[in-house]
């Protein structure tokens, strides 16, 4: 993951806590982080 895509996903996660609390900036990280392992193992293909 870049730097950009890193910082850009903290700022996600902490948007998320402050608006909608911990537990779901934590499933939008899960989520996320979910689905870029599935793109770079090729189990899903981006557009």
Same mark, same amino acid.
């Given at each position: ?5 890193? $910082? ?34 090729? $189990?899903?293909?981006?557009?």
């Amino acid at each position: 993951m870049t730097l950009k895509a890193r $910082i850009d996903l903290r700022e996600i996660v902490d948007y998320t806590e402050q608006k909608w609390g911990e537990n779901q900036a934590e499933k939008y990280f899960d989520q996320i982080m979910g689905k870029c392992r599935d793109l770079a193992t090729g $189990i899903v293909s981006g557009r």
